[in-house]
């Protein structure tokens, strides 16, 4: 089973970007998928959630507004639009999934990762 991500790359500050995680091997009827991020000597960072039962979410307040994590119709593939992008937000994005359908931004409850796709905000 893998996470697979993909969409990152380089965008000027006030731009946007989609990330993708593709999660279409993940096997489990009732899950979590989120998005976690570290920057440049920063500690990592969960900053969304999404419920697989009722695609209900949550976010960290630094992205709150900002980013929106959503799933696709199939529920096959886990999408991360970043908005309004900033400097600060220049990162690796990975995503992650937790086999209990509870919402949370603690890594230590996430078993499985992706590889990861770089973002860099830089004019």
């Known amino acids: 089973v893998q996470l697979v991500e993909s969409g990152g790359g380089l965008v000027q500050p006030g731009g946007s970007l989609r990330l993708s995680c593709d999660v279409s091997?993940?096997?489990?009827?009732?899950?979590?998928i989120a998005w976690f991020r570290r920057g440049p000597e920063k500690e990592r960072e969960g900053i969304a959630v999404?419920?697989?039962?009722?695609?209900?979410?949550e976010y960290a307040d630094s992205v709150k507004g900002r980013f929106t994590i959503s799933f696709d119709d199939t529920k096959t593939t886990v999408y991360l639009q970043l908005n309004s992008l900033k400097p600060e937000d220049t990162a690796g994005y990975f995503c992650?999934?937790?086999?209990?359908?509870?919402?949370?931004?603690?890594?230590?409850?996430?078993?499985?990762w992706g590889q990861g796709t770089q973002v860099t905000v830089s004019s």
């Open positions: 992650a999934a937790d086999d209990a359908d509870v919402l949370g931004l603690d890594p230590a409850d996430y078993g499985l």
């Open positions: 091997g993940f096997s489990f009827d009732d899950y979590a």
């Open positions: 999404i419920s697989s039962s009722d695609s209900t979410t």
